[in-house]
């Protein structure tokens, strides 16, 4: 059974930093496509950062210079670095896994930027 837990999210002030991880169980961990997407209120899930299998990372243009996604293969797990933060960043951020024949999704952590 394949299970995507993510941690780390937090209420944080505008300006702050905080590094989500999303562990991963249950998947041949290193043949996959990992992704952190967010959801605010209202809005539609959207792509925040993608790393792929030979660690090539892209990112949505409004993170760019302030967002990293890396990943560890030995500890099955994903990270999104995000520093710089604004309240625009409040969502629920969600790691996304797919090998192109499978998709799976976390639970989500709640990240709220707000002084």
């Known amino acids: 059974q394949v299970q995507l837990v993510e941690s780390g999210g937090g209420l944080v002030q505008p300006g702050g930093s905080l590094r989500l991880s999303c562990a991963a169980s249950g998947m041949m961990f290193s043949r996959y496509a990992m992704a952190w997407y967010r959801q605010a209120p209202g809005n539609q899930r959207e792509l925040v950062a993608r790393i792929n299998t030979g660690n090539a990372a892209t990112y949505h243009d409004s993170v760019m210079g302030r967002f990293t996604i890396s990943r560890d293969n030995a500890k099955n797990t994903v990270y999104l670095q995000t520093n710089s933060l604004k309240a625009e960043d409040t969502a629920v951020y969600y790691c996304?896994?797919?090998?192109?024949?499978?998709?799976?999704w976390g639970q989500g952590t709640q990240v709220t930027v707000s002084s």
């Open positions: 996304h896994a797919t090998d192109m024949y499978r998709e799976y």
